[in-house]
């Protein structure tokens, strides 16, 4: 499927290197020991390594890949601690997804994966415009039928929402590039039950699931007086397809 229209092009540079500029070295040092301390002072060392060079040509290899992903299941303990566990997460999952030179070569990820690096970038209030363009680059060469990449096209649709320089034009066409890629989606997915059914939603991860339904009910509240009619029922109606699917298995 086609680049979503929206007045940036992709890129995931901006983005990675605002959520790496935004870390300290305790940052760093909590992110390395998360695999139970195991190979702590090669993991510190990379990380030092990737803040001293940026992103561009460094190396994820599979060993780090871990210790991120344990990074991008971390909670907020206390209000103390929220802000610097979300921008250790962001950090972590921005790596992830945004580290190679085209979206298909990172690491396999999924919608869980996904919600953790959205809600961290909506605590931090990272600026709008590296987020649209870097959620524009990974779907710029999704596969039709992939799951992800629907989850991803409403994430883009929630911040577009709030952009001014996202048109109207431009936010009908992602909401019907979403519904279209979710219908592919549903008819992929293995035993599904109807036609429009939306079934390809997650499926036995509760707390994920009600991540995912906050943010979904929460789209209608992003619509302005300037997107006008259209855009308004556009959004209620992608909001009645896709909280059912989401909801059915909390």
Same mark, same amino acid.
């Given at each position: 499927?086609?680049?979503?229209?929206?007045?940036?092009?992709?890129?995931?540079?901006?983005?990675?290197?605002?959520?790496?500029?935004?870390?300290?070295?305790?940052?760093?040092?909590?992110?390395?020991?998360?695999?139970?301390?195991?190979?702590?002072?090669?993991?510190?060392?990379?990380?030092?390594?990737?803040?001293?060079?940026?992103?561009?040509?460094?190396?994820?290899?599979?060993?780090?890949?871990?210790?991120?992903?344990?990074?991008?299941?971390?909670?907020?303990?206390?209000?103390?601690?929220?802000?610097?566990?979300?921008?250790?997460?962001?950090?972590?999952?921005?790596?992830?997804?945004?580290?190679?030179?085209?979206?298909?070569?990172?690491?396999?990820?999924?919608?869980?994966?996904?919600?953790?690096?959205?809600?961290?970038?909506?605590?931090?209030?990272?600026?709008?415009?590296?987020?649209?363009?870097?959620?524009?680059? &990974?779907?710029?060469? %999704?596969?039709?039928?992939?799951?992800?990449? !629907?989850?991803? #096209?409403? $994430? /883009? =649709?929630?911040?577009?929402?709030?952009?001014?320089?996202?048109?109207?034009d431009e936010i009908l066409t992602l909401i019907d590039?979403?519904?279209?890629?979710?219908?592919?989606?549903?008819?992929?997915?293995?035993?599904?039950?109807?036609?429009?059914?939306?079934?390809?939603?997650?499926?036995?991860?509760?707390?994920?699931?009600?991540?995912?339904?906050?943010?979904?009910?929460? &789209?209608?509240?992003? %619509?302005?007086?300037?997107?006008?009619?259209? !855009?308004?029922? #556009?959004? $209620? /109606? =992608?909001?009645?397809?896709?909280?059912?699917?989401?909801?059915?298995?909390?």
């Amino acid at each position: 499927m086609p680049l979503i229209a929206v007045p940036f092009s992709g890129d995931q540079k901006e983005l990675l290197a605002q959520l790496l500029d935004a870390l300290d070295d305790e940052d760093l040092k909590r992110i390395a020991r998360l695999d139970y301390g195991m190979d702590y002072d090669e993991h510190l060392a990379k990380l030092r390594k990737l803040r001293a060079i940026g992103p561009d040509g460094f190396d994820l290899d599979g060993y780090l890949l871990e210790v991120l992903s344990l990074c991008a299941w971390s909670e907020p303990s206390s209000d103390e601690d929220m802000i610097r566990v979300h921008r250790q997460r962001a950090f972590s999952c921005g790596l992830v997804y945004c580290s190679g030179s085209k979206p298909s070569d990172r690491p396999y990820t999924d919608e869980t994966n996904l919600i953790q690096f959205i809600e961290s970038l909506i605590v931090l209030g990272q600026p709008r415009l590296a987020v649209i363009t870097s959620l524009c680059w &990974l779907l710029s060469d %999704v596969d039709v039928g992939d799951r992800e990449g !629907v989850f991803i #096209g409403i $994430a /883009l =649709l929630m911040f577009a929402l709030q952009e001014k320089r996202c048109s109207n034009d431009e936010i009908l066409t992602l909401i019907d590039w979403i519904m279209r890629a979710g219908d592919a989606a549903d008819m992929n997915e293995p035993g599904r039950r109807c036609v429009r059914g939306w079934d390809f939603g997650i499926d036995g991860r509760g707390r994920f699931n009600t991540k995912w339904r906050a943010l979904m009910a929460s &789209l209608p509240g992003h %619509v302005q007086t300037r997107h006008g009619s259209l !855009v308004e029922e #556009g959004v $209620a /109606l =992608l909001v009645a397809m896709t909280l059912p699917a989401v909801t059915e298995y909390i």
